[in-house]
């Protein structure tokens, strides 16, 4: 007797599991790219700042709403327990939660010289008592010190996070659109898209320093590459779910038939922006609303992406 399969949208991670996904790896690029910025192209205590503070707060943002949505908060104790990796390697969520926390850890310890010599900081009561304390002065002397090496354990765990977010998905083999390799790859050009343009929105309305105009550029070129690359990945798995499984043909048929994922997230969050930074890398700018648009664009994209991705996660159930 010939089973029936029934077909179904997962209904549990939906738009707050997007939201984690999108503000974790986004918070990771961000600082990994600030820092490495900061580190060899120049000392830029404004962009440090901004960048760390962003980035942490957007992890922080994603971790409350994984902790929010727990069924037994006091079940975390568990994963924040490095030792728990060696009794469970395959769990994502213990090695993701691992590289946010260390991730934040090293983002702060990286900013505390610059914050120290900050006015705007030092003017505030609170936070220069903070900075005053003992223990923060020691930690920020040796951060000034040794500060490649904190610079690169920020950007090593940068790197961890956004390549897990795309690792967590693809863990869940009973869904055929989230398991495929392609997943990490495509999440992890996001996440460092979507950061060049905040970094790159930041550069154009806050920190609009004349003499920064060549880490513009620069990014701006970088995150036309990644916009490449994501079409890329896009256009491939356009023709994967087509010949894949079933499960994986009814996650294509509720994509590229919903004008939310052609339109927002591929027309606007992709090649809108990709075509206006095109121009600008050509041609340079006239005014700076183009490029400031299209940042605002690639950041919309971003969470588009992991939105869509979460709603058309499909079951196949055996009757």
Known sequence: MEANITYETQQFWTWWFAIYLYAGGLGAAILAVTFLTDMYLKPHRNLVLWGAGSGVVLLSLGSAMLFWHLLDHMAAIHIFNPLALFNQS??????????????MVWGVLYAIPYARVTPLLQRT????????????VKLGDIEEHHRKFFGWLAIVNGTGVAVYTGLLLQSFPAVALWANPGVPLLFTVSAFSTAMAFLLLLMYTILHEAEDDHIRVLYERTDLVLISAELVIIFSFFFYLQRGPESAMKSWEILFTDMGWLIGFIGFGLIVPFFLELKGVIKGWTSHVPIIAASIFVLTGGYLLRHYFMYAGVYAYPW
């Open 125 to 136: 009561p609170v936070i220069k008592t903070i900075l005053n304390w003992p223990i923060v």
């Open 90 to 103: 395959t769990a994502w969520i213990a090695w993701g939660t691992q590289f946010i926390l260390w991730m």
